[in-house]
């Protein structure tokens, strides 16, 4: 009697520690620290024919924990090309959607347009400037620190934001 109770203790207790496991893999995405981020942001990134720098202080990223970010920072443009165009980089280490917009692992950028109440952003690829497409990003009562840029993990929000507008994002399995 006493080694069945025991088995069944064991048993449970088994089971019970592969539950986070479950539960990490589906909430797994957490914010990255400033560390992880100094490996993947680059001081200049490359945009079509430039390398235009990076303002390391805004970058905002996530990770899986098991060597896949998403992550951007805003672009210092004055005096290049993309002045004007572009406003932020972003690296995607595993596919995204945004708005309509499939972004596959990759390079991309985008640059914003105010409108009332909302913010046009229009998503590139980095090496090109081809255009992918645009989400509207909306005033959100829920931010209440402003931000240059922030990922937020989807266990907590699931957008990214530009001062205090978001926009969602959804990871694809």
């Excluded at 200049?44 to 390391?56: D, G, L, N, S």
């Amino acid at each position: 009697m006493r080694s069945s109770l025991l088995r069944l203790v064991l048993a449970t207790l088994c089971m019970l520690s592969l539950l986070p496991l479950g539960a990490q893999e589906k909430s797994g995405w957490r914010e990255a620290s400033p560390s992880e981020l100094k490996t993947l942001i680059p001081a200049r990134a490359p945009v079509e024919k430039e390398r235009i720098e990076t303002e390391f202080r805004t970058a905002s990223g996530i990770t899986d924990g098991s060597h896949r970010f998403i992550a951007g920072v805003v672009l210092i443009t004055a005096g290049y090309s993309a002045e004007g165009k572009y406003s932020h980089f972003v690296i995607v280490q595993a596919p995204i959607k945004v708005g309509d917009i499939a972004l596959s692992p990759g390079q991309y950028v985008f640059g914003w347009t105010h409108k009332e109440d909302l913010l046009t952003v229009k998503f590139y690829e980095a090496a090109t400037g081809k255009p992918l497409g645009s989400v509207d990003a909306t005033l959100n009562p829920t931010i209440k620190s402003v931000a240059s840029f922030r990922i937020w993990p989807p266990n907590e929000k699931s957008v990214m934001q530009i001062g205090r507008f978001t926009f969602p994002y959804q990871l694809v399995p």
